[in-house]
């Protein structure tokens, strides 16, 4: 079964990463200043007691450094 929804949100997502050259970071910083030019508000949720710090490098784990196999170059 056809999710036409699910099928135009990866359309789009597509059609903007091939704007962005295919660069995935170039796509997401495209993306923020998109977001902050809405002058919309956006949401910066608190981390909640007991929850791991995350780093701003796609959801990476502070605690792992640069030698880590997780972390993208």
Do not use: C, W
């Amino acid at each position: 079964m056809a999710n036409l929804i699910l099928e135009d949100l990866h359309a789009t997502r597509e059609k903007l990463l091939n704007e962005a050259g295919g660069d995935l970071h170039r796509y997401v910083e495209e993306a923020r200043k998109r977001a902050l030019a809405s002058g919309r508000a956006i949401a910066h949720p608190t981390r909640r007691e007991g929850q791991p710090k995350i780093s701003p490098n796609f959801n990476v784990p502070a605690s792992e450094g640069p030698s880590s196999p997780h972390r993208n170059p």
